[in-house]
């Protein structure tokens, strides 16, 4: 199996913890006293004059866990074993911009029937990715309503006979959303989905916690769209403070074991980022 790259460098990192500290690189420079053509090198992906102290300073003045960004620095970011859950999880991988944009599909190993996360940017590309083990989607549910996330949804709706989707308030044009908000829970296709509200990457923003409705107490999946990524979190456009304290209450409402599935970048564990991740330390 191919390594999914992480969603955000230490590049990316240092830009996101820079703006949301309302800092530029220069400010950074006089705090830490790291050089400023280090910073600018390290913005533009290039670490290698970066030392161990030069980090943890850096972590200091940005309030950033200067393990996971020492990792991200040596590309060594731990990324932990998924395993346990108790259903399938198809991830569907398609290209946007630059990155990789991901859809899930959960559903019952042995019937394929089940419900889809987000639906890539659109329809067609969706299908191309589409697993043949992924047989029926009883629900579609949305993080929120920006292009690379949304764009399927429609196609899988017309496609599936559902009538409308589950997300955030807001939502697609001209097609049924039924709202969710905090603590809102759903049952479809014999899982039960618990909505979080976490407007920060932009207004409209849900995350949602997964388990079988037969079995409460399994391993959870949490469906985390652009609020936590493995190694990094989402970048804050609406809120950078409510994408903080959004990702810190969340990770700490959920047992250590949660599987996190982002909206971009390979999937991780709520005790891995409680531990690494550079904006959680
Ligand atoms: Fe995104």
């Excluded at 703006?19 to 790291?34: I, Q, Y």
């Excluded at 959960?106 to 043949?132: H, I, M, R």
Aim: net charge negative; charged share 20%; with cysteine.
């Amino acid at each position: 199996m191919p390594v999914v790259p992480l969603e955000d460098e230490l590049g990316d990192i240092l830009d996101k913890a820079l703006r949301c500290a309302g800092l530029n690189e220069e400010e950074l420079a006089a705090r830490t006293g790291v050089p400023v053509e280090r910073i600018q090198d390290a913005e533009d992906y290039r670490y290698g004059d970066l030392t161990d102290g030069d980090l943890r300073r850096l972590a200091s003045v940005l309030g950033l866990n200067e393990v996971g960004l020492c990792a991200l620095a040596r590309d060594c970011y731990p990324r932990p074993r998924i395993a346990g859950l108790p259903f399938c999880v198809h991830t569907m991988r398609l290209p946007f911009g630059v990155g990789v944009v991901n859809a899930y599909a959960v559903v019952n190993c042995a019937t394929g029937v089940g419900v889809l996360f987000d639906g890539g940017t659109g329809y067609e590309a969706l299908q191309s990715v589409w697993p043949k083990a992924v047989t029926r989607i009883e629900a579609a549910f949305l993080t929120h309503p920006e292009a690379e996330h949304a764009g399927g949804i429609p196609g899988v709706v017309r496609a599936h006979g559902l009538e409308g989707y589950y997300g955030p308030p807001g939502g697609i044009a001209g097609m049924e959303c039924w709202p969710l908000g905090e603590g809102e829970t759903v049952v479809a296709a014999g899982y039960q989905v618990t909505a979080f509200s976490t407007p920060g990457q932009c207004a409209q923003h849900n995350c949602y916690v997964v388990r079988p409705k037969a079995v409460p107490r399994a391993r959870a999946l949490l469906i985390s769209g652009d609020l936590i990524f493995a190694g990094s979190l989402g970048g804050g456009y609406f809120s950078c403070s409510g994408v903080l304290r959004h990702a810190r209450r969340i990770l700490g409402a959920l047992p250590g074991s949660t599987v996190i599935a982002p909206g971009h970048g390979p999937m991780t564990t709520v005790a891995n980022e409680m531990k690494y991740n550079p904006f959680l330390g």
